[in-house]
């Protein structure tokens, strides 16, 4: 279909039922200058996964949305309005933006190690054992 400016456009931008999600991928992708092959290739996602993400079509695992935020390069609050797009609690706070980051560079012990740490600093605070 030819809009206003003359350019053909895709039946899927035509659609008015499209989720957020689908949305926000496909504008992080455009505006990091990438087709969906190359973020597919990037995020060691499937080409017809993301297609059918930006489509609406599916709903991503809350680890695409990782995959998809790191290739991008998605700073913490855009990684929140992924995330809040698809459904799932956000990391709102600074602090833990930067766990969060920490624990995805650590390996699976230095990750359950660093978890485990957090967990018992959380209970002690909530304890009042700790400030």
Known sequence: MIGRSGATKR???LRTDVPLIAQAIRRYRLAAGFSQSKLATK???DHSYVSRLEHGDRMPSREAL???ADVLGLD???RD???LAAGFA???SPLLA???QAMRSCDEPARYALGEQVLLTACAIFRGEAA
Do not use: D, F
């Open 11 to 13: 039946a899927s931008e």
């Open 43 to 45: 995020a060691r996602l």
């Open 66 to 68: 990782g995959r998809i």
């Open 76 to 78: 913490a609050e855009a």
């Open 81 to 83: 309005e992924l995330l």
């Open 90 to 92: 956000v990391i709102a």
């Open 98 to 100: 930067a766990l969060n």
